[in-house]
C-alpha cells in the first residue's frame, strides 16, 4: 500500500521539552516537506527536502530542526525554541518540484503543548 | 513576490446550488496553480491544477476552475453542492523557483439540506 504514515496522530508535549515527529513516505518520491497548519493560517512551510542529505529551511523554520538521511523518512524536531508549538503538522511528498507537481499529503500530527 | 488570496474564510450554500469559492494570485513568472481540499482532521487532497495547457481545468467530483490571466484570479465552482462536498478548500500558486507552494489561507465550505 502506497503512502504517507505520520506519527503519532496526536502528542502532547510539556513546555520546554524537545518532541519529534515521524514522516515516512513508500511512494519513491525525492521531495518531502513540513508544513504547520493553525486556523485561518493555511499551511505554511516549516522545512523541505529534494534530495537525501539536503535540506532548505521554509517561512517559518524558526525553534524546528530536520534531517534527511534515507529518501524514506523526514522526521521534523520541534525544539524548545519555539514558542508556540501547538498546532497540526502535515508531512508531504512529490515527484520532482512541487511547484509544478502534485503534493501528496500524510493524514498529520496534533501537537499539544501542556 | 508570489501570494495567494482567498476571499471569504467562509462560503455557506445550499445543497443544489451553485458553489464559487475565490482565489485571486500575484506572481512574476507564469504560474502554476493549485485547489486542495481538506477533510476533518485530514491531510490535504488535490482537486485540480492549472499548467497552462488550457484555461478551464476539470477536476475530480466535477469541480473545474477557470485561469483569467487578466484578473489574477483562479476561481473553483461547482455546479450542483452536495453535502460531502463540505471541508476547507485551499489554494495555491508555485513559489518563483518552482520547488514549493504558497497556500491561501483556505476557505470552509457549509452545505445545508
Known amino acids: 500500500d502506497g503512502g504517507i504514515t505520520q506519527s503519532p496522530k496526536y502528542l502532547f508535549r510539556k513546555e520546554g521539552q524537545n518532541v519529534t515527529l515521524s514522516c515516512e513516505q513508500n511512494?519513491?518520491?525525492?521531495?518531502m516537506y513540513w508544513y504547520r497548519q493553525d486556523p485561518g493560517q493555511g499551511l505554511r512551510l516549516i522545512y523541505y527536502?529534494?534530495?537525501?542529505?539536503?535540506?532548505q529551511k521554509g517561512d517559518i523554520a524558526e525553534g524546528y530542526s530536520v534531517s534527511r538521511e534515507k529518501k524514506e523518512s523526514f522526521p521534523l524536531t520541534v525544539t524548545s525554541a519555539q514558542k508556540n508549538p501547538t498546532a497540526f503538522y502535515l508531512c508531504a511528498t512529490a515527484f520532482g518540484l512541487a511547484g509544478y507537481n502534485e503534493q501528496f499529503f500524510g493524514p498529520g500530527t496534533r501537537l499539544t503543548v501542556l | 513576490a508570489q501570494s495567494v488570496t482567498q476571499l471569504g474564510s467562509h462560503v455557506s450554500v445550499s445543497e443544489g446550488a451553485l458553489v464559487l469559492l475565490r482565489c485571486n494570485y500575484s506572481?512574476?513568472?507564469?504560474?502554476?496553480l493549485f485547489w486542495y481540499v481538506q477533510y476533518p482532521n485530514q491531510g490535504l487532497q488535490l482537486l485540480l491544477k492549472?499548467?497552462?495547457?488550457?484555461?478551464l481545468v476539470k477536476g475530480i467530483n466535477v469541480f473545474e476552475a477557470e485561469f483569467k490571466k487578466s484578473e489574477t484570479s483562479f476561481h473553483l465552482t461547482k455546479p450542483s453542492a452536495h453535502m460531502s462536498d463540505a471541508a476547507e478548500y485551499f489554494c495555491?500558486?508555485?513559489?518563483?523557483?518552482?520547488?514549493?507552494?504558497?497556500f491561501g489561507k483556505g476557505t470552509t465550505l457549509s452545505v445545508s439540506s
Open positions: 495555491a500558486v508555485s513559489n518563483q523557483a518552482g520547488t514549493a507552494l504558497i
Open positions: 506572481s512574476s513568472v507564469p504560474p502554476y
Open positions: 492549472y499548467t497552462s495547457a488550457a484555461t
Open positions: 511512494l519513491n518520491h525525492d521531495a
Open positions: 527536502s529534494q534530495i537525501v542529505n539536503d535540506f
